[in-house]
Nanobody
Framework: QVQLVESGGGLVQAGGSLRLSCAASGRIFSVYRMGWYRQAPGKQRELVATIPSGGSTSYADSVKGRFTISRDNANNTVFLQMNSLKPEDTAVYYC????????????WGQGTQVTVSS
């Protein structure tokens, strides 16, 4: 069984920064693509950023130049550095990872709240 545990959310003023972390644990043979999604109240979940096991990262247009995704492969952890935060970044942020355990599947974290005040 695989678990993804997020941390680092919280309340911050507009213009501030937060760093989210997500660690995958359990019976893991390999971790492929990792990413962050977010869901604001009344809206659909949307992709924020992704990072493959090798290769280039990708970002939603709304966060380009402000957010940076990175990963620590040795510890099966993905990070999201969020700078110049805006009130519209307020959402629950979810970690996502494609993992080879007993089989290859996508897993989700429980979500962490990010609130940006104006």
């Amino acid at each position: 069984q695989v678990q993804l545990v997020e941390s680092g959310g919280g309340l911050v003023q507009a213009g501030g920064s937060l760093r989210l972390s997500c660690a995958a644990s359990g019976r893991i043979f390999s971790v492929y693509r990792m990413g962050w999604y977010r869901q604001a109240p009344g809206k659909q979940r949307e992709l924020v950023a992704t990072i493959p096991s090798g290769g280039s990262t990708s970002y939603a247009d709304s966060v380009k130049g402000r957010f940076t995704i990175s990963r620590d492969n040795a510890n099966n952890t993905v990070f999201l550095q969020m700078n110049s935060l805006k009130p519209e970044d307020t959402a629950v942020y979810y970690c996502n990872a494609e993992v080879l355990s007993n089989y290859r599947a996508m897993y989700w974290g429980q979500g962490t709240q990010v609130t940006v005040s104006s």
